[in-house]
């Protein structure tokens, strides 16, 4: 019987050995087959050597979360050779290099093994022996392809793009393919009806007869730090400077790319980019051309984030609009550098000594990457602040299928900006500090605003409504409590958290119990798989996706929706000691008492079974 559009697909291998071009060549063909389609990288953090992982999942839903066990394993590294195996499921389907030294007899009996001999089908492409070793895992894509029916055209067109531009590095690879596929006819094609029952279908809106791999009618194929990229350039961004950091180095480096081909300074359209000799230089420049008008940010991850801290206080108590872009990974410390986490919520919100808080915003999928970008400028110029945008690995480095990206049709919200007509008709002095409209938020001036009124001292010291130099206590008191009723005022600027309700797709019966599930940021992949798993068992959800801090309204009617102690709320996190739930309990420490957390905290992207085991199992007892 077959499997339609549905299946795991796990590649173990070792980091350096090329394997990356290759999984990506396969992912990228079953996208422009217009499949439901998800990638996940799991690599080391040393360069080359250490083992790799890369998993595919296409299922006609669309989950695309992690799973713990596989369909079809292709084993490439001797080292990992028992542990990946142990992951194959009972009849799943297992490829393996023949220089894998393994008793037949030896192996599992409830899957379908069958060594290659890899090494053997590139012997006559390329007399390099460096470029074979390359070449044996353009063999299993094409031996795969021709297992599961893609056509021959979207495979073509997938490795074009993932080798653009290097006409005879595609020809040499496509030999390698026609190997691999050529192997299958021969030898495994007769497995299918027994052994290997998966295939693709096309969508209706196949891609296949455009020449754009990246792009399937309406959906892009992308990972979340190239679409906050994008949304930094559509988002007016003209000063980034930054100090490369996995996982968030390639946001920087997408910025520069697609910069380029945005805001080409041919057309007039400057920007400037820097790489800084560390962090804390290139948080303090940002703030500078933040300071002087520019829309400017930076990214990084925990470690980096550490070292922005002092800085960070003073963009708040300075009131400097300022966005950084943390791409969460695995710590403390250096932690797990290629592992992701949820790790930073807390030290994000109060980043600095003494009282600070920072608007956040947790993207939860590529189109909310691209536009929490444009919102992150927007916010920090409305209420002249930093912006913490937090992702994470997964999301950021990850590729996954989304929406096409829409243009912005609304300007940018500079805030508060007085020019000279404004100071023109301004009755007395202007007052930087000044909170006229009882929101908390001042009004500014730009540098070289050609007025009298303008000019201003910037100042991280105590300072009174006109800036001058002040170390009054009851002055330092006002103005620590108007920043807060300034955060207080974002609730209404920052995007609203969703509310859904759902039964599951594969509910049978009517629901037993009702629960609330809180989640967040890169969680969102794994929580419609977990609820559909929970329907199954006959637990019915409501689910609230946060999207911002500080909270908004929709939060607190969601927590006064879930008081019955018969409905128990759950908040789900990818960290140890429930980031997200601490900040709920300060803002509503009446309403959010009973929450209970679900928390991941192994490095590895958060898995809908382990969500719907932990409920289940609090549910049931």
Same mark, same amino acid.
């Given at each position: 019987?077959?499997?339609?559009?549905?299946?795991?697909?796990?590649?173990?291998?070792?980091?350096?050995?090329?394997?990356?071009?290759?999984?990506?060549?396969?992912?990228?063909?079953?996208?422009?087959?217009?499949?439901?389609?998800?990638?996940?990288?799991?690599?080391?953090?040393?360069?080359?050597?250490?083992?790799?992982?890369?998993?595919?999942?296409?299922?006609?839903?669309?989950?695309?979360?992690?799973?713990?066990?596989?369909?079809?394993?292709?084993?490439?590294?001797?080292?990992?050779?028992?542990?990946?195996?142990?992951?194959?499921?009972?009849?799943?389907?297992?490829?393996?290099?023949?220089?894998?030294?393994?008793?037949?007899?030896?192996?599992?009996?409830?899957?379908?093994?069958?060594?290659?001999?890899?090494?053997?089908?590139?012997?006559?492409?390329?007399?390099?022996?460096?470029?074979?070793?390359?070449?044996?895992?353009?063999?299993?894509?094409?031996?795969?392809?021709?297992?599961?029916?893609?056509?021959?055209?979207?495979?073509?067109?997938?490795?074009?793009?993932?080798?653009?531009?290097?006409?005879?590095?595609?020809?040499?690879?496509?030999?390698?393919?026609?190997?691999?596929?050529?192997?299958?006819?021969?030898?495994?094609?007769?497995?299918?009806?027994?052994?290997?029952?998966?295939?693709?279908?096309?969508?209706?809106?196949?891609?296949?007869?455009?020449?754009?791999?990246?792009?399937?009618?309406?959906?892009?194929?992308?990972?979340?730090?190239?679409?906050?990229?994008?949304?930094?350039?559509?988002?007016?961004?003209?000063?980034?400077?930054?100090?490369?950091?996995?996982?968030?180095?390639?946001?920087?480096?997408?910025?520069?790319?697609?910069?380029?081909?945005?805001?080409?300074?041919?057309?007039?359209?400057?920007?400037?980019?820097?790489?800084?000799?560390?962090?804390?230089?290139?948080?303090?420049?940002?703030?500078?051309?933040?300071?002087?008008?520019?829309?400017?940010?930076?990214?990084?991850?925990?470690?980096?984030?550490?070292?922005?801290?002092?800085?960070?206080?003073?963009?708040?108590?300075?009131?400097?609009?300022?966005?950084?872009?943390? +791409?969460?990974?695995?710590?403390?410390?250096?932690?797990?550098?290629?592992?992701?986490?949820?790790?930073?919520?807390?030290?994000?919100?109060?980043?600095?000594?003494?009282?600070?808080?920072?608007?956040?915003?947790?993207?939860?999928?590529?189109?909310?990457?691209?536009?929490?970008?444009?919102?992150?400028?927007?916010?920090?110029?409305?209420?002249?602040?930093?912006?913490?945008?937090?992702?994470?690995?997964?999301?950021?480095?990850?590729?996954?299928?989304?929406?096409?990206?829409?243009?912005?049709?609304?300007?940018?919200?500079?805030?508060?900006?007085?020019?000279?007509?404004?100071?023109?008709?301004?009755?007395?002095?202007?007052?930087?500090?000044?909170?006229?409209?009882?929101?908390?938020?001042?009004?500014?001036?730009?540098?070289?605003?050609?007025?009298?009124?303008?000019?201003?001292?910037?100042?991280?010291?105590?300072?009174?409504?006109?800036?001058?130099?002040?170390?009054?206590?009851?002055?330092?008191?006002?103005?620590?409590?108007?920043?807060?009723?300034?955060?207080?005022?974002?609730?209404?600027?920052?995007?609203?958290?969703?509310?859904?309700?759902?039964?599951?797709?594969?509910?049978?019966?009517?629901?037993?119990?009702?629960?609330?599930?809180?989640?967040?940021?890169?969680?969102?992949?794994?929580?419609?798989?977990?609820?559909?798993?929970?329907?199954?068992?006959?637990?019915?959800?409501?689910?609230?996706?946060?999207?911002?801090?500080?909270?908004?309204?929709?939060?607190?009617?969601?927590?006064?929706?879930?008081?019955?102690?018969?409905?128990?709320?759950?908040?789900?996190?990818?960290?140890?000691?429930?980031?997200?739930?601490?900040?709920?309990?300060?803002?509503?420490?009446?309403?959010?008492?009973?929450?209970?957390?679900?928390?991941?905290?192994?490095?590895?992207?958060?898995?809908?079974?382990? +969500?719907?085991?932990?409920?289940?199992?609090?549910?049931?007892?």
């Amino acid at each position: 019987m077959s499997a339609i559009n549905q299946f795991v697909l796990h590649v173990a291998t070792v980091n350096g050995s090329g394997s990356q071009s290759a999984n990506q060549v396969l992912l990228k063909s079953l996208f422009q087959m217009g499949l439901k389609v998800g990638g996940k990288n799991l690599f080391p953090s040393n360069i080359a050597g250490l083992p790799t992982w890369f998993t595919i999942r296409v299922h006609p839903q669309g989950y695309t979360s992690r799973l713990s066990h596989q369909d079809i394993l292709v084993a490439m590294n001797p080292a990992t050779w028992s542990k990946d195996l142990k992951d194959l499921k009972p009849g799943g389907f297992l490829l393996y290099t023949s220089e894998i030294k393994v008793d037949p007899t030896a192996l599992r009996q409830d899957i379908h093994a069958h060594p290659i001999a890899f090494r053997d089908l590139v012997e006559g492409i390329s007399p390099s022996v460096k470029l074979k070793k390359l070449l044996v895992n353009m063999v299993y894509v094409g031996l795969l392809s021709e297992l599961l029916e893609i056509p021959e055209e979207c495979s073509r067109w997938a490795l074009e793009d993932q080798f653009a531009g290097k006409g005879s590095v595609v020809d040499t690879n496509w030999k390698a393919f026609q190997a691999g596929a050529l192997y299958a006819r021969e030898h495994l094609v007769g497995l299918r009806s027994e052994q290997f029952p998966y295939r693709v279908q096309r969508s209706p809106d196949s891609p296949c007869e455009t020449s754009e791999p990246k792009v399937s009618g309406q959906r892009l194929l992308m990972d979340g730090n190239s679409a906050t990229a994008i949304g930094a350039v559509v988002g007016g961004c003209t000063f980034a400077s930054w100090y490369p950091i996995t996982p968030s180095s390639s946001v920087m480096e997408s910025f520069v790319h697609w910069a380029g081909e945005l805001r080409p300074p041919s057309q007039g359209k400057t920007y400037a980019v820097v790489q800084a000799e560390d962090e804390i230089a290139a948080i303090s420049m940002v703030i500078g051309a933040g300071w002087a008008g520019s829309r400017a940010m930076t990214a990084t991850s925990g470690p980096g984030l550490s070292l922005m801290a002092e800085a960070a206080g003073l963009a708040y108590y300075a009131e400097i609009p300022a966005v950084i872009f943390n +791409v969460q990974r695995a710590g403390p410390s250096t932690g797990l550098p290629t592992r992701t986490l949820q790790g930073d919520v807390l030290a994000a919100a109060y980043l600095s000594h003494g009282d600070t808080r920072h608007i956040l915003l947790f993207p939860g999928n590529l189109e909310e990457c691209y536009e929490f970008a444009q919102v992150a400028f927007d916010l920090a110029e409305r209420c002249q602040s930093l912006v913490i945008v937090l992702t994470d690995l997964d999301l950021g480095m990850n590729l996954q299928v989304g929406p096409r990206f829409a243009y912005p049709q609304k300007p940018y919200d500079r805030g508060k900006v007085l020019d000279k007509e404004d100071l023109d008709r301004l009755e007395g002095d202007f007052a930087r500090y000044r909170d006229v409209d009882g929101d908390g938020i001042c009004y500014r001036t730009l540098p070289l605003t050609e007025h009298p009124k303008a000019a201003y001292f910037t100042r991280g010291t105590g300072h009174n409504e006109t800036s001058g130099y002040s170390e009054d206590p009851e002055v330092f008191r006002r103005n620590l409590e108007r920043l807060k009723k300034k955060f207080l005022t974002a609730r209404s600027h920052v995007p609203a958290a969703l509310w859904q309700r759902t039964e599951g797709s594969g509910a049978t019966t009517a629901p037993r119990t009702s629960i609330g599930i809180i989640a967040y940021g890169s969680s969102h992949e794994a929580m419609t798989e977990a609820m559909d798993l929970l329907a199954q068992e006959g637990v019915a959800c409501e689910y609230l996706r946060l999207r911002a801090y500080p909270f908004s309204s929709e939060v607190e009617d969601f927590l006064k929706a879930h008081q019955d102690p018969e409905s128990p709320l759950f908040l789900v996190e990818q960290n140890r000691d429930a980031q997200m739930l601490s900040l709920l309990k300060e803002a509503f420490p009446q309403l959010a008492c009973k929450t209970k957390p679900v928390l991941q905290f192994d490095g590895l992207p958060l898995e809908a079974a382990f +969500v719907a085991r932990e409920i289940l199992s609090e549910v049931n007892s």
